[in-house]
Each structure stands twice: as structure tokens, then as C-alpha cells.
């Protein structure tokens, strides 16, 4: 089974990616690249420790 966007779909899709990107832009202004590349490091942790369930070694 094929599943594409229809023309509406696709300009969704586009607006999307404008917003997400200027999102980014806002979010980390004033960080250099090694900030972000930290951050990225950092945030990557975090999801891992909610799709774990919280199982992370951190005690409450």
C-alpha cells in the first residue's frame, strides 16, 4: 500500500519544517556550538529516561 500527502498534506508538511526552524533559532540563541552539541547530548538523555519509564538511576 502507497501513502502519499495530498497538496495540502505537503504544504502542512512545509509550514511545519518553517516553524520548527525558527523554534530552533529562538530556543538556542546565544549558545555556540559546543552548548548545543551539549544541550543535544543532554536532551537525548532525558527522552531516554521517559521512554524508560523513569528507570534512570537518578532517587527520588
Do not use: H, P
Not at 32 to 56: F, I, M, P, W, Y
Request: aromatic content about 4%; glycine content about 14%; charged content about 30%.
Amino acid at each position: 500500500m502507497l501513502v502519499s500527502l495530498t497538496e495540502r498534506g505537503r504544504a502542512l508538511y512545509e509550514r511545519v519544517g518553517e516553524v520548527w526552524g525558527e523554534l530552533d533559532r529562538i530556543t538556542t540563541a546565544g549558545l555556540d556550538e559546543e552548548e548545543r552539541a551539549r544541550l543535544d547530548q543532554l536532551l537525548r538523555k532525558v527522552l531516554a529516561n521517559l521512554g524508560s519509564g523513569g528507570s534512570g538511576s537518578a532517587e527520588c
